[in-house]
């Protein structure tokens, strides 16, 4: 069964690095998101794209965000200046048609733990 | 946005059925309900999803009543390895933007006991 897969599966870095997570999302999806999840809270939606635009973002996604779909396969996140409060797991997901079907089911990958220092 | 509300924990024993209840009072005309197990460490994965009555798969039912303001999750004997997070979704179409969010809310704890 395809699956989406994300790297690194942990990642450590200090305050104010950059940092880039990476997602292969299922080959015939359409669209891709990415969530977080801050240690025993909620799933946090973050950010939608479809046809190399983001199509919906939460007010968390700020300017020190971004994504990107530099080939075919991958996508990526990226955090410019990381905070302590960016520590979190990231999920990336992808789905065949988009949200914009309310019956659109999403396939998560299996997180990247970022740590802050 | 639609909102969800479920209780904050559930406790079973293994071979128990097990439901659980979420509440959706604004859902939309459109909105289907589509309801996501999270174990430890894990992203969320697709358990089941309805629009009305009821829906039966391999793994859960989900038995949703007329007037769709609310929808049962159903684990028939549930066994250790069902203990999870369980999240119930319904549309969120940001009508203004053209795009969609989708909001988890907390979830239902659900510890399975021997």
């Known amino acids: 069964e395809p699956e989406v897969t994300q790297t690194p599966s942990h990642q450590v870095t200090q305050m104010g690095q950059e940092v880039i997570l990476r997602c292969v999302p299922i080959s015939n999806h359409l669209y891709f998101y990415w969530y977080r999840q801050i240690l025993g809270q909620k799933v946090e939606f973050l950010v939608s794209?479809?046809?190399?635009?983001?199509?919906?973002k939460s007010e968390i996604f700020d300017d020190q965000f971004s994504v990107e779909r530099p080939d075919g396969s991958n996508f990526t996140l990226k955090i410019r200046s990381t905070k302590l409060e960016d520590s979190a797991m990231y999920f990336c997901a992808s789905s065949p048609y988009g949200t914009t079907s309310s019956t659109d089911t999403q396939y998560f990958g299996p997180g990247t733990r970022l740590t802050v220092l | 946005l639609a909102k969800t509300t479920q209780p904050i924990s559930m406790d079973s024993y293994e071979g128990q059925e097990v439901n659980i209840t979420c509440s959706h009072n604004?859902?939309?005309?459109?909105?289907?309900i589509t309801w996501y197990q999270q174990f430890p460490s894990q992203g969320p994965r697709f358990i089941i999803q309805?629009?009305?009555t009821k829906v039966t798969n391999e793994v859960a039912s989900l038995f949703i009543p007329a007037d769709r303001k609310s929808s049962t999750l159903s684990l028939p004997r549930v066994s250790l390895s069902d203990t999870a997070v369980y999240y119930c979704?319904?549309?969120?179409?940001?009508?203004?933007?053209?795009?969609?969010?989708?909001?988890f809310g907390a979830g239902t704890r659900l510890f399975v006991k021997a």
């Open positions: 794209f479809y046809n190399n635009e983001i199509s919906e």
């Open positions: 309805g629009y009305k």
């Open positions: 979704l319904v549309g969120d179409y940001e009508k203004d933007t053209g795009g969609f969010k989708t909001i």
């Open positions: 604004n859902i939309a005309t459109n909105d289907y």
